[in-house]
C-alpha cells in the first residue's frame, strides 16, 4: 500500500489545460525489497512516480512545468533565508581579500547547511529540493545565487567537516 498526501501545489496552464505539481508526502514499501519509506518528493501530472522501485531507480522527469515549479520554489527559499542579500553586502570581493573571502565561504557553507537541516527537520515544508532528504547542487546555487562551482566547493568543506555526504552532484546531512 502507497499513500500520497499533497502538502503544496503549483499550477501552470497549458494548451488551456490545468497541469499541477506538488510536494507530495509519499508512505510505502518497496514491492522489490520489502524495505518501507517514507519521504517528501516533487510529482506532476506527466511525472507521476507510479514505478514500484521508487525512490531508488526513478529518474525526475523532463518536464518544464515541474521544472518552473521547482525553481519557483528555490526563489522562495532564497527569499526566506535571506541568503542573498547577506552575499550581495559583500560585494566583488578581490581574491587576495582573504579575509572577507573567508567570511563569504562561512556564510555560504552555514547556508548550505541550515538549509540541509531545515529539509530535515521540516521536509513537509519543502527546501526548493526534489526528494527530502537531499539537494541539489545546482538547485542550491539558485537558492544563494552562486555559482554551482562555489556551491560545490562549500560542499565539499562541509564534507570535510562530517556535516554532510556527497554523491555526485546530490548533497545531503551526514548521517
Not at 532528504?133 to 556551491?151: C, K
Amino acid at each position: 500500500m502507497e499513500i500520497l498526501l499533497n502538502q503544496n501545489s503549483y499550477i501552470e496552464w497549458l494548451n488551456g489545460q490545468a497541469h499541477r505539481v506538488a510536494w507530495v508526502d509519499h508512505l510505502g514499501v518497496n514491492r522489490r525489497t520489502g524495505s518501507p519509506f517514507h519521504l517528501h518528493h516533487v510529482v506532476c501530472d506527466c511525472a507521476y512516480y507510479a514505478n514500484s522501485s521508487f525512490p531508488e531507480e526513478d529518474e525526475l522527469a523532463d518536464c518544464e512545468i515541474l521544472q518552473n515549479a521547482v525553481v519557483e520554489r528555490t526563489d522562495l527559499i532564497a527569499n526566506q533565508h535571506r541568503v542573498r542579500e547577506m552575499i550581495e553586502s559583500f560585494g566583488n570581493i578581490p581574491a587576495t581579500d582573504f579575509d572577507r573571502n573567508n567570511e563569504l565561504n562561512d556564510i555560504l557553507t552555514t547556508s548550505i547547511e541550515s538549509i540541509l537541516l531545515f529539509d530535515h527537520l521540516h521536509p513537509e515544508e519543502w527546501a526548493g529540493n526534489v526528494v527530502s532528504g537531499e539537494h541539489d547542487v545546482s538547485l542550491l546555487s539558485l537558492i544563494v545565487d552562486q555559482p554551482p562551482d562555489a556551491i560545490r566547493l562549500c560542499a565539499d568543506i562541509l564534507a570535510f567537516q562530517g556535516k554532510v555526504e556527497i554523491t555526485g552532484d546530490t548533497v545531503r546531512l551526514a548521517a
